[in-house]
């Protein structure tokens, strides 16, 4: 007897499969002499036994990357050096670690320094005047106040004092300022990363937000891969999760951390993240990983179909169907047949009524065929 997960599995494959099947296949016309024969690829009805997990391929990224630009224009001074595998200096390249705030780059400083000792002194020339100006200021009040002074002229003091005041304000934002370019000529890293990669070199001219470096932290990894809509049932938030590749030994423990919300409108597939702890740096960005969700081992075989051989049978649009090729007077004949799914592996499902194993039923080219023309199998 089906026991009651069974039955909300299979349920849940026929409610994503009548999302992702057009109700225009298999209109019940019949095909006419004029009509030249539909051309469709065919797959046997096979069978599956093995895990009832699906194995999927992963794509390694790290967890945390950062791009570096340049703030400061100019010409590159100097870039980073290392010692590399010779033992010579070198500048810093791809796959180099480097730790947090250490200068990557400078470009050169020369006429940010320029700029700001001319800054300073135009401060000091602002502060000058303000002193000249505030004596001023505080003899016209004096004056006034005694009625020694006009109306008009301590008004006048007044406004040189104000004036004055603003000229200072200015001139030092302007030092804050270029003081602020001078050490933005420093490219710092902002976290301890390897470098993932350097763009530029020593002497080229670069501007402010030109590209220089991207860094990443791979103490903790992501493996990211997509999951049809009839298998996102099986992947879960927090999850425990197994990853291996082919490049090294072991397998590789991690948690599912995100699931995409909605699905690619073109492939329906959602986007799946698992975090991997990766201490030692092993894993690295780019490498590939497999890993298997859901399903224990099957015990018997199952008799399985491309899930693109599904249609909507055009006796009831809430069931399912499949168009079987036939031999008809020697010619290749499609028949809509329905069919009863159960669970999805991959990209096929099983067929627990309606077909036998070894058939051959239109996998290409199902969703533009009508019941009974005469079709042409194309490899």
Known sequence: MESTTGRASTMAVAAALLGMIGFTAGCGHKETSQQPPTPVQVAAVGTYQGSAGVTYSAN??????????????????????????????????????????VVLAQVRTR?????????????????????????????????????????PDFDAAKAKYDSSVALVASAQAQLAQTQLALEDCAVRAPLSAWVLSRNVEVGSLVGPSSPGFTLADLHLVKAVFGVPDVAIKNVHLGATQTLSTESLPGEFQGRITAISPAADPKSRVFSVEVTIPNPHGVLRAGMVATLKTGGSELVTPVAVIPLSAVVRSIRDPGKFAAFVVENEEGKSVARSRDIQVGEAYGNQISVTQGLSVGEHVISVGATITRDGEQVQVVP
């Open 60 to 101: 390694i990224q790290a967890y945390s990357q950062v791009a570096l630009g340049f703030k400061s224009g100019g010409y590159v001074q100097s870039i980073l050096q290392v010692k590399g595998a010779d033992g010579r200096m070198r500048d810093v390249q791809e796959g180099d670690w480097v730790e947090r705030e």
């Open 111 to 151: 006429d940010y320094e320029n700029q700001t000792s001319a800054a300073k002194g135009q401060l000091a020339q602002a502060q000058a005047g303000l002193e000249d100006a505030k004596l001023n200021y505080d003899r016209a009040t004096a004056l006034y106040a005694s009625q020694s002074l006009t109306k």
